[in-house]
């Protein structure tokens, strides 16, 4: 038998050779032929104004670190389903006393403002 | 041949054939959505090129492909010409651990139709659904345009809100079968469909499935990344030719995986509703079954994009957070208490 992943291996070799294929040949049948006006970046027609390496809103910080947080929880909610039938009532318990600490700190989160926009 | 030779053989021949039935399948939606949004909006749509406009994917293709390619000044260039690329990897490696029939007899050999049975499947798909949006930030970024670096962060703040309640959704699936294994999913569904599948046993659960899957292949509601009339075309505003078609095939692939799974996870995967229905003149139609579930799912998105409007973005945010994750972990412990207590 061959090892589970070594499909799923060959899976993304196929899909990245297809993707540079197809990369390739559309780049050798439609050759980039470019001129100051058309490799220029898009503004609805305008004359572009700076540069887009700028700062961008915080926000998008602030529910990236959120979700890491909350995620690494839902990971934990996946062993303790798989075992959940032989823990019984104790198992529902504990995840009654993980949700409640995981709650807290959710509803502070939501209190102080980091889920709003 | 050796045995592992044998094997390695046959797991190619699959890979192939499943990356090109999902190809074409892709190349096929695209005309399906344009037709059936047209009949919606009481327009014709795409109708002249070969019978009913059928061959309009080819000649889109073809048309693709001798398009001009067009890098943006000041864009990165590698992480631009990579992204397209990247989005198309991360959707198909999705696709491996979905059962989509029952096993076959060929060559003198069981082949399950299924890419690989990993024990942590479902594990696999929630890893592999966070990498999805890793394609669309870089795409956003490296083109150097505002709008497009807009469009990237948005749909990384929505992938990333949603993304949690998605995980969260099939936790109570677990649950009932025990497993991890899509296929150990599929089978704990056996049996009649009222009430066996897990759309009547976790309706909340698969209610959050729904919208969070939604939201996670950026699909109307949910297609703020793209919303034109502020953002031109969102992450994918410069790309052209090929690299554009790749992007969108991602998309379109990442749509059917999300119909796939959950067919597999709330519907019962390739089992008949109706346990006399699995075997038509002795031969199992598991693969017919799965593919009528999974054209239902992908119905229902193309219906869904010819009726609502879209979301404002806070409102998306707001929904996410506020009302889709509680939701979900109350589903959990509902689903929890349910199987604790009746025992």
């Known amino acids: 038998m061959l090892p589970n992943y070594v499909p799923i291996l060959i899976l993304g070799a196929v899909a990245l050779g297809f993707s540079v294929f197809t990369l390739v040949l559309s780049h050798l049948l439609g050759r980039p032929r470019p001129t100051a006006a058309k490799s220029e970046v898009y503004e609805c027609g305008m004359p572009p104004i700076g540069t887009a390496r700028e700062r961008f809103p915080i926000k998008f910080y602030l529910v990236c670190m959120i979700f890491i947080l909350f995620d690494v929880d839902a990971a934990f909610f996946y062993p303790w389903a798989l075992v959940f039938r032989e823990l019984g009532v104790f198992g529902f318990v504990e995840m009654l006393v993980f949700v409640g600490l995981l709650g807290s700190g959710f509803v502070y989160a939501w209190k102080v403002g980091a889920l709003d926009w | ?343």
């Not at chain 2, 890098?71 to 491996?96: C, D």
């Open chain 2, 1 to 343: 041949m050796t045995p592992v030779q044998q094997e390695l053989l046959i797991a190619t021949g699959k890979v192939l054939v499943f990356v090109g039935v999902f190809l074409g399948l892709f190349s096929g939606m695209t005309y399906v959505e344009r037709r059936l949004l047209a009949f919606m909006q009481f327009r014709l749509g795409p109708n002249r090129v070969g019978p009913f406009g059928l061959l309009q994917p080819v000649a889109d293709g073809i048309k693709l492909f001798f398009k001009e390619e067009v890098m943006p000044e000041g864009a990165n260039k590698w992480a631009f010409m990579a992204a397209p690329a990247l989005a198309i990897v991360t959707a198909f490696l999705a696709i491996a651990v979905v059962p989509y029939g029952p096993t076959v007899h060929l060559f003198n050999r069981d082949i399950p139709l299924q890419i690989a049975d990993l024990d942590v499947g479902v594990l696999f798909l929630f890893a592999i659904s966070s990498l999805g949006v890793y394609g669309i930030v870089m795409a956003g970024w490296a083109a150097n345009n505002k709008y497009t670096l807009l469009g990237g962060l948005r749909s990384s703040a929505q992938m990333f809100s949603y993304e949690l309640s998605l995980g969260m959704s099939w936790v109570g699936a677990i649950i009932l079968a025990g497993s991890f294994r899509i296929s150990d999913i599929v089978a704990s569904q056996a049996g009649w469909f009222i009430p066996n599948w897990n759309f009547f046993r976790q309706a909340p659960g698969f209610l959050v499935y729904l919208v969070a899957a939604t939201a996670e292949v950026n699909r109307t509601p949910f297609d703020l990344p793209e919303a034109e009339t502020e953002l031109v075309a969102g992450f994918h505003t410069e790309y052209s030719s090929m690299r554009f078609a790749l992007l969108q095939m991602a998309e379109y692939v990442n749509m059917m995986t999300v119909a796939a799974v959950g067919t597999s996870l709330f519907f019962g995967g390739w089992l008949a509703p109706v346990p006399g229905l699995q075997h038509v003149f002795g031969r199992d139609i598991g693969l017919l079954w799965f593919l009528l579930k999974m054209g239902a799912g992908l119905f229902f998105f193309i219906w869904l994009r010819g009726t609502v409007p879209r979301f404002r973005y806070d409102q998306l945010m707001n929904f996410g957070w506020k009302v889709l994750l509680p939701l979900a972990t109350l589903n959990i412990l509902g689903t929890a208490a349910w199987i604790a207590f009746s025992k």
